[in-house]
Structure formats: structure tokens, C-alpha cells
């Protein structure tokens, strides 16, 4: 019986530390600005734009969620989400220096809060077009408040971006530049291609919370 009791209190022990190394590491910002020097390259340049295999502009990721942000690395390093550049870096980086990185871009929102309202109404096409997707439901009051903090904020967001990006969950856009998330993909094939661009063309031009970060040498 003791012997029984030693071993149960050996396994406790044992899966308790577990869950203690188990815990997300806690993201430090001015470490993470010293781990950005892959990012500021796309990410840092104003108006950068992606050219392959389409052109669009690379997306603002600052003032996103850490928790987000961390997520779409994880993607990456995964193969979940496939661009090559970005599985590329995100396969370099350890769980520490994705919290890192995310506290930094994370921390250069807006100050201000938004407005209780969109910045514009929709029109009536687009007004159905969110109703079926139920895009609310997931991105919160006004595309800018998710429902949980590992979803991104999209209420301007660049809009070639999002068309780019809801395209890719609709098609899975080949083995090299997909997305896999199957609830997004589910949403995305509702619509048409054209349908998407006017989503895209609305939730961009909505007040947000994301802003550029610019790198200081290139401003």
C-alpha cells in the first residue's frame, strides 16, 4: 500500500510539472523588439506588397491579439497556413520568441477606442452577404472585437488582403499558398469570388484598431 501510494504521489507530481511547463510562455515586448528583424522586411515597409503568386499588400499586424498573433505563427510553423516566407520564419522561432514577437506588434494599436458604430453602413448586398457568412458571430462588434483573442480583428484590414486571404479559404489555392482552417473554408465556398471581393472591399473600409508599424530606417 505504501509502495502504491508513493508511485500515486510520484505520477501527481509528475503531472503537475507537466501542466506547469505546459503553460504558454509570457510574450515580452522589448525582447520581442529585439526579434523582429526578419518581420520589418514585408512587415515594416510601407505599401510592401506580396508578389507571389499574386500582388496584394502584406497584412497590418500591429495592435492584433497577441494571442492571435501567436496563433498564425503556430500555423505556419505547422503547415496549417502555407506561404512559404512566413512558414520559413515561423519554423526559426521558438515558443518564446513567438509571444516575444506578438507583445511587441501586439502593443501598437490605436490608442483611442473605436466608435459604437462602423464607420459606414453597409450596402444592401453586402448587408446579406455578412448575414449568411455570420462573420459577427466569430470577429465580434464591428469586425474589431473577436469573440476569442486567438482570431484576428479584420475591420481595416487592407482589402486586397482579406479578398486574397478568404479566396485561399475558399480554394485552398494549391499545395504551396493554402489555408486549411475547415470553418473558414466551409464559409468562404458559400460565395462567390465576386461576393468575397465585396466582403473584403467593406470590412477594410471599416475604422480598426490595427495600425503599420513602421521600421524606424525605412520611415
Do not use: W
Not at 500500500?1 to 510562455?25: D, I, Q, R, W, Y
Not at 498564425?72 to 520564419?89: C, T, V, W
Not at 455570420?134 to 469573440?147: R, Y
Amino acid at each position: 500500500m505504501k509502495k502504491l501510494l508513493t508511485t500515486v504521489f510520484g505520477l501527481s507530481v509528475a503531472c503537475a510539472t507537466g501542466l506547469l511547463h505546459a503553460e504558454e510562455p509570457k510574450g515580452d515586448a522589448k525582447a520581442g523588439a529585439g526579434k523582429v528583424a526578419m518581420c520589418i522586411g514585408c512587415h515594416g515597409i510601407s505599401g510592401y506588397q506580396a508578389n507571389f503568386p499574386e500582388v496584394y499588400k502584406v497584412p497590418k499586424i500591429g495592435g492584433q491579439d497577441a494571442k492571435y498573433i501567436t496563433a498564425a505563427l503556430e500555423a505556419y510553423k505547422k503547415g496549417e497556413r502555407k506561404f512559404p516566407s512566413m512558414r520559413a520564419i515561423a519554423d526559426s522561432l521558438t515558443e518564446q520568441d513567438m509571444a516575444d514577437v506578438a507583445a511587441y506588434y501586439s502593443g501598437h494599436g490605436r490608442a483611442t477606442e473605436l466608435q459604437a458604430q462602423p464607420a459606414r453602413e453597409p450596402n444592401a448586398q453586402v448587408a446579406q452577404l455578412l448575414q449568411k457568412g455570420a462573420c459577427v458571430s466569430c470577429h465580434g462588434e464591428n469586425f474589431a472585437k473577436p469573440i476569442d483573442p486567438s482570431y484576428p480583428q479584420i475591420a481595416g484590414q487592407y482589402a486586397d488582403y482579406l479578398y486574397v486571404a478568404l479566396r485561399q479559404y475558399k480554394d485552398g489555392s494549391g499545395a504551396y499558398f493554402g489555408r486549411s482552417n475547415a470553418i473558414m473554408a466551409g464559409i468562404a465556398k458559400q460565395f462567390t469570388n465576386a461576393e468575397l471581393k465585396a466582403l473584403a472591399g467593406y470590412v477594410g473600409s471599416l475604422d480598426t484598431n490595427l495600425q503599420f508599424v513602421p521600421e524606424a530606417r525605412f520611415r
